[in-house]
């Protein structure tokens, strides 16, 4: 069978995301959701003339004639509807936040003053224009769009919601999405597997791993069983956007799930990719329903979902998946013409980001991803790779 | 009054952290916190001598005899007991993630077989010792320790977890924590402000900011009135481990924060910082409560989070912050003898991080914070910035 190339397989699966809609949530929920609306200025920001230092606020043309000694007629707190200035060679107090007063137009710092029997007297030659005076409309004027949509929203994100008073905003509703594992070697996670079993591990992984992105996928596991894999998936097909199955891809004599999901109607759109782990890697469409099948070991699952589902998912939500580059930090050698995902370690310095091997027993060695942190991918065309050269890395962390 | 640096102020900071004791959880639901535990190997990993690929398990001994003709005497799936190879000259169809059968040493992979009326032929002229056998205990002996106790858990760690049935998981308990906001210009997000008033929305940032760590802060307003604000602070300190303020530490003549502290019993350890943004930063102590009182600049309250409370968290719950710099994309000036954050947006390229200013109208300019991703911490001793230059770096997205 030719394989498709880790190339071609990303861009068959990105040229099949699917818009899941819009849903309206509360703003203080949304970090780590992707905006579906511009976000406007209500009104300008700031407000109003807004005072920026403790102090007094005083008419400069008074200051210009080089009054210097400034009596004292009030307070302008943070909060209060504006007052004004009554005499124009007085001052008033004015706190940070506030309205500037009526009547004056530079606000002097506490620092700079000196107050005695409510008289405030300053020793400046000059001052500025506006001086720590923050004008109205300056950052932003209303109905400029201050975030657009199709942004990953995060807490600076928030606050500018609440400041607009955007209680309820519109985001990307997540897909509906099951994860299923098979192999009757598999145990649950609370009991003792007999000498020839083991623990399902892979399902948690791949929660965890969409966890990050926000989307709460449901389990299940089945029985390499053909009739039971059938009906179940059959009933998956209908009630979630996307199935993601590890295990049951390759050429065992239970590996069902291939020829389960085409007897099904889910078009294959490859299987089988150029790639160390993750080979047998299966992708199909039905409609609108979109499936993943990921070989069983774990590492090939783990890399698997990174490098496809990911992007998928991203693009699905109308973002732009981020492109990240790491330095090797040691000569590597891969002679198999596959593309290599090798393990690495990652650490930055002066700048720049470098991954060292930690290559671990192969894609059952599960326990080496908590000693790695991404995957540096290393195309298939090459055998030596030497220290300093640059690679495309996804980081798991 | 003499302004504390930075590096002493952050000194100071992670000389006050705290312990907040342990807890155990669903080890699915650990994500993004601090393991507080030894994870070891409650078995060899793989647990038994285990196929890797779907084929015939024969015995080595036959093949070198010169056989390349078994009879297939049935099959070892994954999840079965082993069975036992009868004729040493015969073999037994394997599956990946089965048991070796007993009296088998390698895999011949289908790939490489042609099988007919029950028998299995290959034209292979060697073998690799236990070829396509993954050795029990190959990449982990039982009692290893795979995860040390203060690693931050990611979907590796948890599918690491599944595997050994630690299906229960002791972490780093969080602290609790409440957000105050002061300030009478201040109304929630859902009401709409008069000419002189503002919404709140630092308070929403820093919530938003402290559930990136996990942490589920509680947020509360107050308005600036002495006794108010003495008598809900007093309540405060005897219910959670940390306060959060925002604004009212500054020279305004509603600036009560400090005061009210002081007089609660709330040790200062410092006032004033020699950074801009959020220079009236001030942060104490009362037993093990801790007390960081932000500025109420928007800019002043997010950067303090990220440069101070960010690295006290961690050290709190035995991780080492992360450490990252970035090279400086455009010459800079900044005069005034002060620490400088200033906002900027990053990129990579070539495996370098890059950092280019956008440095907004200010502390108050809240929207800007959505247009920059990180803030580049640029030393008080200096007044030129040149482009390549490199800086630490705090990442907020």
Redesign the interface.
């Given at each position: 069978m030719e394989l498709t190339t880790v190339k071609e397989a990303l861009q068959i699966v990105l040229n099949n995301s699917e818009d899941f809609g819009i849903e309206e949530i509360d703003?203080?929920h949304s970090?780590g959701r992707i905006l579906k609306e511009n976000i406007v200025?209500d009104r300008d920001?700031?407000?109003?003339n807004?005072v920026?230092m403790?102090g007094i606020a005083i008419s400069s043309t008074a200051f210009n004639k080089g009054i210097r000694a400034f009596k004292i007629e009030g307070?302008q707190?943070?909060?209060?509807?504006?007052i004004s200035l009554k005499n124009s060679e007085n001052c008033i107090?004015a706190?940070?936040?506030?309205?500037l007063p009526k009547n004056t137009d530079v606000v002097i710092?506490?620092?700079l003053l000196t107050i005695k029997n409510n008289v405030a007297t300053v020793q400046l030659e000059t001052l500025k224009e506006f001086q720590n005076v923050?004008l109205k409309g300056?950052?932003?004027k209303q109905h400029d769009v201050?975030?657009p949509k199709d942004?990953?929203i995060?807490?600076?994100?928030?606050?500018?919601?609440?400041?607009?008073?955007?209680?309820k905003i519109k985001v990307a509703k997540q897909p509906k999405v099951i994860i299923v594992s098979t192999?009757?070697?598999?145990v649950d996670?609370?009991?003792?597997?007999?000498?020839?079993?083991?623990?399902?591990?892979?399902v948690?992984?791949?929660?965890?791993?969409l966890?990050?992105l926000h989307i709460k996928a449901e389990t299940a596991h089945i029985k390499?069983d053909k009739e039971v894999l059938t009906s179940k998936i059959k009933v998956f097909l209908t009630e979630y956007d996307v199935l993601l199955f590890s295990?049951a891809v390759?050429?065992?004599?239970?590996?069902f799930i291939p020829e389960v999901l085409a007897e099904l109607g889910v078009e294959k759109l490859f299987h089988q990719v150029a790639q160390r782990p993750g080979k047998p890697f299966w992708f199909g469409k039905k409609q609108h329903k979109t499936v993943f099948a990921f070989p069983?070991?774990?590492i090939s699952t783990?890399v698997s979902c990174v490098k496809y589902f990911y992007p998928w998912y991203y693009k699905s939500v109308g973002l732009e998946f981020p492109?990240?580059?790491?330095?090797l930090a040691e000569d590597f050698y891969f002679k198999p013409s596959l593309t290599y995902f090798l393990q690495v370690k990652l650490h930055?310095?002066?700048?720049?980001?470098?991954a060292t091997p930690i290559t671990?027993?192969?894609s059952?060695?599960?326990?080496?991803?908590?000693n790695?942190d991404a995957f540096l991918e290393l195309p298939a065309n090459k055998t030596n790779f030497a220290k300093g050269e640059?690679f495309p890395i996804i980081n798991?962390?």
């Open positions: 703003f203080l970090s200025a920001f700031p407000p109003f807004r920026s403790d307070i707190a943070a909060g209060s509807p504006q107090e706190m940070t936040g506030a309205v710092q506490y620092e923050h300056l950052d932003r201050l975030i942004t990953l995060s807490a600076a994100e928030i606050s500018v919601f609440a400041t607009v008073g955007k209680a192999g009757n070697e598999l996670v609370n009991q003792i597997p007999a000498e020839h079993q083991i623990r399902r591990s892979n948690y992984a791949l929660a965890s791993l966890e990050k390499d295990g390759s050429k065992g004599k239970f590996d069983g070991n774990p783990f492109k990240s580059e790491a330095i930055q310095e002066n700048g720049s980001l470098f671990g027993k192969g059952g060695d599960l326990a080496n991803l908590v790695a640059i798991y962390r």
